[in-house]
């Protein structure tokens, strides 16, 4: 294992907390690592948080400058915006990057969502009081009419105030945005970032959110060429019902769908649930392509037996055969990174989480040579804390992990496994 470095810290940034890694690798052979730059606090929206971008050029280890892919707006804790959560996913033949993320307003967190998309024929809903306005072509209007109030691009009103900070009377819609924003130029620029609710989110849901750390590009099969991201989505404000999907594109990001959640016994109803008691949550997953083009997803959740959950999908994320626990991987509730890819002739499945049944430590990453029905192969990052990760295979038996390894979430590190280290 390589002595691990610092990728995202206060001496790179603007900030004392970094939270949320994701990471790719381009044909080119250079890594692009992505993260949350918060602001205020170290915590979960409501919160100034803010998407970041650096650059290696060589296996990681030296790093570019700190890139801000998506930038917020705020002056303290509850008057500002937040991107939260990046999930990336490289499409190697358009040579794209695409940054998945949820978008959320002042005052807004998992827990105060509002239901539905917050868009009304697909324009910004903005409230004040007991009235609703949409914005429209940089203007507030009201049941179709004008009120004569600009609005720029980053929510700035003519009268004074923001949407988006709650510094106005004039609100965005309290919910979450499911954001995309994608690079074309090895994740140095980005796109201004398109609200996929109008596609995908349902007037059921409240919270919706990036799985994170990564998504796929499907190569085989019927479904080859298909973009899948996890995700995951509250149907009730207090109590929480959460659960797991993935949504997909078939035209290279232009639109996208979402899929069944999977099946799990006790909620109700079975299909598209609406009761959802707390051990039969699902949250932040991962997807891994098997051989053939079926995808398996590794999920987080609430189950008293600590032990991640994996589904496989046999049409491309739309529904899902009958979700069952990994024995060889257990979790304090918290996100598992899951990659797949050859390695001497076989197909390989890495997992990395926090492989502790009660806290927050003890990285693990570990292999399966089965599709993931087991885990025979271990290897310790670190027995001390361990929070999110993400990883990707640099093709040489090396695997590269980006990683959480304290939760006062002061910096995310960076090292490399040789898989030699771990198939023993």
């Excluded at 306005?133 to 004569?148: P, V």
């Excluded at 398996?296 to 189950?303: D, E, G, P």
Aim: hydrophobic share 35%.
């Amino acid at each position: 294992m390589r002595t691990p470095i610092k990728v995202f810290s206060k001496e790179t940034g603007n900030t004392n907390n970094y939270r949320i890694p994701s990471l790719v690798r381009l044909n080119d052979g250079s890594l692009v690592a992505s993260s949350d730059e918060r602001f205020y606090t170290a915590s979960d929206n409501p919160n100034r948080i803010e998407k970041v971008v650096r650059i290696s050029n060589d296996n990681g280890l030296s790093w570019g400058k700190q890139i801000t892919a998506v930038a917020t707006l705020g002056e303290d804790k509850q008057h500002s915006s937040a991107a939260i959560d990046p999930a990336t996913l490289y499409d190697d033949e358009t040579n794209t990057i695409f940054m998945l993320y949820s978008f959320t307003p002042a005052g807004i967190g998992i827990l105060n969502c509002g239901a539905g998309s917050g868009l009304v024929k697909g324009k910004q809903r903005v409230v004040k009081g007991l009235c609703n306005y949409i914005i429209d072509n940089g203007e507030l209007t009201h049941k179709g009419k004008s009120t004569g109030i600009k609005v720029d691009e980053q929510g700035n009103l003519s009268i004074g105030g923001n949407v988006f900070t709650a510094t106005s009377p004039y609100k965005a819609y309290g919910t979450s945005y499911l954001m995309l924003t994608k690079s074309t130029d090895g994740g140095n620029t980005w796109s201004e970032p398109q609200c996929l609710d109008a596609m995908v989110k349902s007037k059921r849901m409240h919270f919706l959110g990036s799985g994170p750390a990564n998504g796929i590009k499907i190569k085989e099969g019927k479904y080859a060429g298909r973009l899948v991201f996890p995700v995951y989505y509250g149907l009730t404000k207090w109590p929480m019902s959460l659960t797991c999907a993935v949504i997909w594109s078939d035209d290279n990001g232009n639109t996208w769908e979402i899929g069944a959640t999977p099946e799990i016994e006790g909620r109700f109803p079975k299909k598209n649930p609406w009761i959802i008691p707390d051990p039969l949550m699902t949250t932040e997953s991962q997807v891994v392509e098997l051989p053939g083009g079926d995808i398996a997803v590794f999920m987080r959740n609430h189950n008293k037996k600590r032990r991640i959950l994996r589904a496989v999908s046999k049409n491309g994320g739309e529904s899902w055969e009958k979700p069952e626990f990994i024995e060889d991987l257990p979790h304090c509730i918290c996100q598992i990174t899951a990659i797949g890819f050859e390695y001497e002739g076989k197909f390989t499945i890495a997992c990395i989480n926090a492989s502790d049944t009660k806290k927050r430590v003890n990285g693990k990453l570990k292999i399966s040579l089965d599709e993931g029905k087991t885990f025979p192969y271990s290897y310790t990052i670190t027995e001390g804390e361990f929070v999110y990760s993400s990883a990707v295979y640099l093709g040489n038996g090396d695997i590269a992990v980006l990683y959480e390894d304290s939760t006062k979430h002061e910096d995310i590190k960076f090292t490399v496994i040789n898989l030699k280290d771990v198939i023993k």
